[in-house]
């Protein structure tokens, strides 16, 4: 059974940093596609970063250059580094899993997902 859980979320000042965490179990690594979604408060949810399974990562023009999306696999960990962050990246973050190799922005494309941790980015 998948279980995710994420961690790390705060409150930071612009132009911080902070990494997020995701304890991924029950997902066999190398046969999974893994992903950070971000949901703003009456917005959408949005795709920023995926690894598919052969360990290429993806993102998205909003967080390229500033967020660096990472697996531990002796953790069992799918990381988020966030730099330069900025007011409009305040939303809870959410890590998320699927068996298919590859990665799609889609949030339909993902099976499992973790509860979200809050990030709030002061200016």
């Known amino acids: 059974q998948v279980h995710l859980v994420e961690s790390g979320g705060g409150s930071v000042q612009t132009g911080g940093s902070l990494t997020l965490s995701c304890v991924v179990n029950?997902?066999?690594?190398?046969?999974?596609?893994m992903a950070w979604f971000r949901q703003g408060s009456g917005k959408e949810r949005e795709s920023l970063a995926c690894?598919?399974?052969?360990?290429?990562?993806t993102y998205a023009d909003s967080v390229k250059g500033r967020f660096i999306i990472s697996q531990d696999n002796a953790k069992n960990t799918l990381d988020l580094q966030m730099n330069s962050l900025k007011p409009e990246d305040t939303a809870m973050y959410y890590c998320?899993?699927?068996?298919?190799?590859?990665?799609?922005?889609?949030?339909?494309?993902?099976?499992?997902w973790g509860q979200g941790t809050q990030v709030t980015v002061s200016s």
């Open positions: 690894i598919d399974s052969i360990g290429s990562a």
């Open positions: 998320a899993v699927t068996s298919r190799w590859d990665c799609r922005s889609e949030t339909s494309w993902f099976t499992d």
């Open positions: 029950g997902v066999p690594y190398g046969m999974y596609s």
